[in-house]
């Protein structure tokens, strides 16, 4: 079904486990704000709303998208993380930019995840205009921060069941 019919964020359909005691990490690019803002909010509520609690959530800013990859690396470094949540927003411009952007940070998340073998959560909204991302940040659409958190809760109880 066309994503321009339904909310993406339903998960009604589905029986999503406790967040509690799981450790979060949330990376967000500061660029584009008034997106990447709605989509921590999203993010941050999915998991409160599954269990999860606010001491076992942190949240690190980077620039941009592209510095999620350095961020999420950062954040499993540590160690004391059980998935990463990257957050972030390219919107199409007129020159090739948005396709070197968009395609190393798929790339990069998918990379950081691994190295470390954890869950690292790609909710980068790659949209033709602003409209569209508003639409998939709290929108119409729903929430890509909130989807984001939803599978960081069930990739963090898959990678824990091995």
Same mark, same amino acid.
């Given at each position: 079904?066309?994503?321009?019919?339904?909310?993406?964020?339903?998960?009604?359909?589905?029986?999503?486990?406790?967040?509690?005691?799981?450790?979060?990490?949330?990376?967000?690019?500061?660029?584009?704000?008034?997106?990447?803002?709605?989509?921590?909010?999203?993010? !941050?509520?999915?998991?409160?709303?599954?269990?999860?609690?606010?001491?076992?959530?942190?949240?690190?800013?980077?620039?941009?998208?592209?510095?999620?990859?350095?961020?999420?690396?950062?954040?499993?470094?540590?160690?004391?993380?059980?998935?990463?949540?990257?957050?972030?927003?390219?919107?199409?411009?007129?020159?090739?930019?948005? +396709?070197?952007?968009? +395609?190393?940070?798929?790339?990069?998340?998918?990379?950081?995840?691994?190295?470390?073998?954890?869950?690292? !959560?790609?909710? !980068?909204?790659?949209?033709?205009?602003?409209?569209?991302?508003?639409?998939?940040?709290?929108?119409?659409?729903?929430?890509?921060?909130?989807?984001?958190?939803?599978?960081?809760?069930?990739?963090?109880?898959?990678?824990?069941?091995?």
């Amino acid at each position: 079904m066309s994503s321009s019919l339904k909310n993406l964020s339903d998960f009604s359909h589905l029986q999503v486990k406790s967040a509690k005691g799981i450790k979060f990490a949330i990376v967000v690019a500061q660029w584009n704000a008034e997106i990447t803002g709605a989509l921590l909010s999203g993010a !941050v509520d999915g998991l409160l709303n599954h269990g999860a609690l606010e001491e076992d959530i942190q949240v690190m800013e980077v620039p941009g998208s592209y510095e999620l990859i350095s961020g999420a690396d950062i954040a499993l470094r540590n160690k004391q993380f059980d998935a990463i949540i990257c957050l972030g927003c390219v919107i199409q411009g007129e020159t090739r930019h948005f +396709d070197f952007i968009c +395609d190393a940070v798929a790339n990069g998340i998918a990379n950081v995840g691994l190295k470390y073998n954890k869950p690292v !959560v790609f909710g !980068v909204l790659t949209t033709d205009n602003m409209q569209q991302a508003l639409d998939r940040a709290g929108g119409k659409h729903g929430n890509k921060g909130e989807e984001a958190a939803i599978t960081a809760i069930q990739m963090s109880h898959l990678s824990k069941s091995f």
